[in-house]
């Protein structure tokens, strides 16, 4: 796909992060949108900012877990915009905890978002973007859809699930006039962290070990968001990945070296990490910024 130009979009987690500013992006490049997310006055805000340029854009507030919901959504897009040629299967959640002392009611909530509403949103708008002249599917997996860490089992399940859906089904339409794509982005600036539901009763969680002293999880997400890519930046990469019809979409050095490094030694990546990828931070503090010329 060469161009954006007149196409419509369906992106889904739009009201932040990568979502919103694949929605800006988009917007920016001539093409219409349909932004969808659970949280109806953060896609209200995405919405200002793709009304900076003269497309259609439309707002749905739906939770992807729910294919009731999920139908509906389909429906009011196709009446609305008459045609979609991309999707962008991108809201996702985490929950930070281990596998013991994670309830199972978490455990379905992080499957049926990140990876079933995955699967039913492709199954639903499949049939229409075949139809399509030109036409690509999007979903967001993660590089911990090829690396793992401790205390993100079901994210990794979910995400490792999405890639190998989303590989397999690109073999499916290899030749077509659908391209399709797994998105693997490394650290990138976003809520995510901070929207994380936590199990408090695990002793230690992630950046505790790092920073060495227990830190609240609004600091543990601020830190998280002021550290990463910016996800304008992320959204760029993205794009350009479509573009250049690359089908594994790596978003970031980090992600790369990850990637590399599991590859290379696939029992002890992990180990390599601190040499690589610390002094990726200090040499990354212009990746932080968004990119300029954007709506604020
Ligand atoms: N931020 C990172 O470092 C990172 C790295 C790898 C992969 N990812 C993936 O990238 C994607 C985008 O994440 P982000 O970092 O921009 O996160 P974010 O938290 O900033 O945005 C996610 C959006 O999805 C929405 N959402 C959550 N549950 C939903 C539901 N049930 N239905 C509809 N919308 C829902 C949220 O309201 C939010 O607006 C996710 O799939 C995430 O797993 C993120």
Redesign the pocket.
């Known amino acids: 796909m060469q161009s954006f130009l007149n196409k419509t979009a369906v992106i ?2 739009a ?5 919103r500013y694949l929605a800006v992006l988009l917007a920016k490049a001539g093409c219409n949108v349909a932004i ?4 109806e006055s ?1 896609l209200a805000e995405t919405s200002k900012m793709v009304n900076h340029y003269n497309v259609a854009c439309s707002m749905h507030t ?4 729910d294919r009731e919901q999920i139908d509906n959504f389909y429906e009011k897009v196709l009446e609305r915009h008459k045609t979609v040629e991309l999707l962008f299967n ?5 929950v930070l905890s281990d596998f013991a002392n994670m309830s199972e009611k978490d455990w379905d909530r992080v499957i049926d ?2 990876f079933h ?1 995955v699967i039913n949103l492709s199954r639903k708008f499949l049939s229409h973007l075949r139809l399509r002249p030109e036409a690509a599917l999007i979903n ?1 997996s ?3 859809g090829m690396i793992t860490v401790p205390n993100q089992s079901v994210y990794h399940a979910a ?1 490792f699930a999405v890639r190998g859906f989303t590989e397999s089904i690109a073999k499916e339409f290899k030749g077509t006039n659908l391209q399709i794509h797994s998105v693997h ?4 600036g ?3 962290l901070s ?1 994380a539901k936590r199990e408090e009763s695990v002793p230690d969680l992630n950046l505790v070990n790092i920073v060495g002293k227990d830190i609240s999880q609004e600091e543990q997400g601020k830190i998280f968001r002021e550290n ?1 890519m910016h ?1 304008s930046r992320a959204a760029k990469i993205i794009l350009s990945g479509i573009k250049a019809k690359r089908s594994r979409i790596l978003v970031g050095l980090d992600a790369k070296i990850m990637d590399l490094t599991q590859r290379l030694t696939p029992n002890h990546y992990q180990k390599l990490w601190p040499f690589l990828l610390l002094p990726l931070f200090a040499f990354r503090r212009g990746l932080r910024k968004p990119l300029s010329d954007l709506p604020g």
């Open positions: 889904t987690g009201g932040s992060g990568m979502g969808c997310d659970i949280d953060a739906v939770d992807i877990a991108n809201a996702g959640i985490t978002v990140n509403g967001t993660s590089i911990f995400k982005p490394g650290h990138i976003t809520n995510i929207s990463g996800p």
